[in-house]
């Protein structure tokens, strides 16, 4: 069965501070792999993904991610961080259940992503 | 263009009552999934609809059902309303396979459904 997992609960970063929010994954065959964000009492917002192509995957609000298919893993990064970044950042993998939802997402527990002033 | 929207905001419920959300999916996407997140949790897939059939559903009892309409908006319903179906409901919509935004979904602000 398709999983992600997001080992930290909660990263704390300082403002204009690089920022790496960590995901692993654990798929059958190539996987395709989401990072959300969620702001307080909202709903969630794509930030990026990766099917195929280059390892380095550009998102929103100056996020990217990198796909390491050694490491299993697509942690997400951004150079510098903002205090407007502060959000519960999620993983989620495209479950592949051949014949049935092509859409279903399986997603991590969450981190709390939070950028001191 | 708008985005997926969801009604009401907040609802609350007694157990053992019916519940029904609803969801307006984002201009020329034609899927529709519903997503159960409880409190500190990630969402948990509930159920997919395209072209107005289910097509995917998660580990959730009959209790939960749907609805896709010809205009792609949805319905869940939730019966017999437990205490543990208090959560934050989320629909999603997606674009057809094969164009710009293929596999992305877009999600609504939610519904809070609290069941006392």
């Known amino acids: 069965a398709q999983s992600v997992a997001q080992p930290e609960d909660q990263v704390n970063v300082a403002e204009g501070n690089p920022l790496t929010v960590k995901c692993t994954y654990s798929v059958s065959g190539n996987p395709y792999l989401f990072w959300y964000v969620q702001y307080p009492n909202r709903g969630l917002q794509f930030l990026l993904k990766y099917i195929t192509g280059d390892n380095l995957v550009k998102g929103s609000y100056g996020f990217e991610a990198e796909f390491n298919k050694s490491q299993t893993s697509f942690h997400l990064k951004k150079p510098s961080a903002l205090v407007s970044d502060s959000a519960l950042y999620f993983c989620?993998?495209?479950?592949?259940?051949?014949?049935?939802?092509?859409?279903?997402?399986?997603f991590g527990t969450g981190t709390l992503l939070a950028v001191q002033p | 263009e708008t985005g997926v929207t969801q009604s009401p905001t907040h609802l609350i419920k007694t157990r053992g009552q019916q519940v029904t959300l609803r969801c307006s999916s984002q201009?020329?996407?034609?899927?529709v999934s519903w997503y159960q997140q409880a409190l500190g949790q990630g969402p948990q897939f509930i159920f997919q609809?395209?072209?107005?059939?289910?097509?995917g559903r998660g580990n959730f009892p009959p209790r939960f059902s749907g609805l896709q309409f010809p205009n792609y908006s949805s319905e869940l319903n939730v019966n017999a309303l437990e205490l543990d179906d208090s959560a934050l409901y989320l629909c999603?919509?997606?674009?057809?396979?094969?164009?710009?935004?293929?596999?992305?979904?877009?999600f609504g602000p939610g519904t809070r459904l609290t069941v006392t």
């Open positions: 999603a919509s997606s674009p057809p396979l094969g164009t710009s935004g293929t596999y992305e979904q877009y």
């Open positions: 201009s020329g996407h034609n899927t």
């Open positions: 609809y395209y072209r107005e059939e289910e097509n």
């Open positions: 989620a993998v495209r479950d592949k259940v051949y014949g049935g939802a092509t859409n279903k997402l399986i």
